[in-house]
């Protein structure tokens, strides 16, 4: 099982591109979960998705969009890349059954923005 | 919505002594409170983890207290090894609506030889 993975590791981009983070798990997980990670402000929720073909908005959605078409994969997406969204991305997965509600964790890309 | 309050922001210890670290959470409804150890250039892992219906749980050198009515709870490291050395958040959960997880600021723990 190779858990939760996150490609690319490191992308460096300029004001205004757009770019897509892709994360996959094999652990056959119903939730996905997009955060970021900025110093001093632990991890804010962006995005989520209870399922295939579902998504909802968390906590700091507006610059982002994400689509889950497969159950293992969830999108995240910046159509036009500021450099606030300067940060570190992590995504999660979390299984339905039995009320289990670990979340795991992928090792994060890191993003710049200039 | 949820808000968790995680003290202190970093904590340094002596190897071999304790370690605590504190949250406060403001829905009486969350009722699962994770811990989660974040080691340089990695991915959060879960380390511990307790259920609204439990006062303590305890996994070797590790455990967590949760108190209800306070609204707060804490996570002990005994024995502190370098390895120990981490950046630690706690978190709350408020199920339904994607059973979303608020986490606290972290505490960057450094255990000194």
């Known amino acids: 099982n190779a858990g939760v993975t996150q490609t690319p590791k490191f992308r460096v981009l300029k004001t205004g591109q757009s770019m897509t983070l892709l994360c996959a798990q094999d652990m056959n997980h119903e939730y996905m979960y997009w955060y970021r990670q900025d110093p001093g402000m632990g991890l804010r929720l962006i995005h989520y998705?209870?399922?295939?073909?579902?998504?909802a908005k968390g906590e700091v959605p507006d610059g982002y969009n994400v689509s889950r078409l497969k159950k293992q994969n969830f999108l995240l997406g910046l159509e036009s890349a500021a450099p606030s969204q300067t940060s570190v991305y992590f995504c999660a997965s979390r299984s339905l059954a039995g009320g289990y509600n670990e979340q795991f964790f992928g090792p994060g890309t890191r993003l710049t923005v200039l | 919505g949820e808000n968790v309050e995680q003290h202190p922001s970093t904590l340094s210890v002596q190897e071999g002594d304790s370690a605590v670290i504190k949250c406060t959470y403001s829905?009486?409804?969350?009722?699962?409170f994770p811990w989660y150890k974040q080691e340089l250039g990695k991915g959060p892992q879960l380390i511990i983890d307790?259920?609204?219906?439990?006062g303590e749980k305890k996994d070797q050198r590790i455990a967590v207290t949760l108190n209800k009515t306070a609204k707060h709870f804490s996570l002990h490291i005994t024995e502190t090894q370098p390895e120990d050395s981490a950046v630690y958040f706690c978190?709350?959960?408020?199920?339904?609506?994607?059973?979303?997880?608020?986490f606290g600021t972290g505490t960057q723990l450094k255990v000194e030889l």
């Open positions: 829905d009486s409804a969350s009722n699962y």
């Open positions: 978190a709350a959960l408020l199920t339904g609506g994607g059973n979303k997880l608020t």
């Open positions: 998705s209870v399922g295939e073909g579902t998504t």
């Open positions: 307790i259920r609204s219906n439990v």
